[in-house]
């Protein structure tokens, strides 16, 4: 793998792969005509707004992506502009912010008549895979941030709570699996016995039996767990004796809990090298456009 990153990096163009295309089928950056011209700007945004699938078809490579609607667009000519030049007019210009070597548009600066088709526009884009899954990311930004904190908050609390009652929660729970196999049997049993007082010839039905079998299964599950609870209750007391000093350990020395959070960051760190490594080695031969549609 890493002699096929080095391989792809050397005699690849990875770049190319996420440059933008106008509509042409140019790769802004890339293209022979268009290799001083890095950015893709939608021009004619009016009537691209009414057309929101071939929003791309009215792409142009751009110099720079303007900063505001005063700004004079640079760009390469494409063949949709047979009328006129690839100059655009003052009041059809807009301003935009650049991502990634895209112009994408600020509403407030476009014209009325593509404010009104905007909202089309983006559910179209939001409509493909890569547009879909980036606006939910983006619209869940801050809940993805919030959780994380509540996460580090709720951990924090769990570890306080466990030095206070790790003893008794582990008895606790100890009982409560027990409790919750009798309970269930008892449940089912007066289950069976509603329906059999509601309706006689249920008893003879297969229902019926399956709750008995259930109920029973339950009462011996709980029988066997009691028992071996009983033969086990020296090294039970040890692996509670072991719970509570962990918990002991962990509340002592919180900066454990940044352990999983390194390894989080090193398991993300390997899957964009990972990724790099994919991209390097696709990027390899020529590339090209096949369309310009969303």
């Known amino acids: 793998m890493f002699y096929a990153t080095i391989y792809g990096y050397v005699n690849g163009n990875p770049g190319k792969l996420i440059a933008p295309i106008d509509g042409d089928?140019?790769?802004?950056?890339?293209?022979?005509?268009?290799k001083d011209r890095p950015s893709l700007y939608i021009w004619d945004i009016v009537k691209a707004a009414k057309n929101p699938l071939n929003l791309f078809s009215y792409g142009v490579c751009v110099k720079d992506c303007p900063s505001n609607e005063d700004t004079k667009v640079d760009c390469q000519k494409t063949s949709i502009h047979s009328e006129k030049d690839c100059a655009i007019d003052a009041d059809e210009r807009y301003s935009t912010t650049e991502f990634f070597n895209y112009c994408i548009p600020d509403y407030d600066t476009l014209p009325q008549e593509a404010k009104d088709n905007w909202k089309g526009v983006k559910d179209e884009i939001n409509k493909t895979s890569f547009g879909g899954a980036f606006a939910d990311l983006y619209m869940a930004r801050w809940v993805l941030l919030i959780s994380i904190g509540i996460c580090l908050i709720m951990t924090l609390i769990y570890i306080?709570?466990?030095?206070?009652?790790?003893?008794?929660?582990?008895?606790?729970?100890?009982?409560?699996?027990?409790?919750a196999l009798v309970g269930s049997g008892v449940w089912v049993?007066?289950?069976?016995?509603?329906?059999?007082?509601?309706?006689?010839?249920?008893?003879?039905?297969?229902?019926?039996?399956?709750?008995?079998?259930?109920?029973?299964?339950?009462?011996?599950?709980?029988?066997?767990?009691?028992?071996?609870?009983i033969c086990m209750l020296q090294s039970l007391?040890?692996?509670?004796?072991?719970?509570?000093?962990?918990?002991?350990?962990?509340?002592?020395?919180?900066?454990?809990?940044?352990?999983?959070?390194l390894y989080f960051f090193i398991g993300v760190l390997s899957f964009v090298a990972w990724t790099g490594a994919m991209i390097c080695v696709a990027s390899i031969g020529d590339i090209s456009a096949d369309n310009v549609e969303l």
Do not use: H
């Open 189 to 229: 049993l007066m289950l069976r016995a509603q329906k059999i007082e509601d309706d006689p010839s249920y008893e003879d039905s297969s229902s019926a039996t399956w709750l008995n079998v259930y109920a029973y299964s339950a009462f011996v599950a709980a029988a066997i767990y009691l028992l071996v609870m």
């Open 237 to 261: 007391r040890v692996a509670i004796a072991v719970i509570e000093t962990a918990a002991d350990y962990f509340a002592d020395t919180k900066r454990i809990i940044f352990v999983p959070l």
């Open 160 to 179: 306080k709570f466990m030095d206070w009652c790790a003893y008794w929660l582990s008895w606790f729970s100890v009982g409560l699996v027990f409790v």
């Open 25 to 34: 089928g140019r790769i802004c950056g890339y293209s022979e005509d268009v």
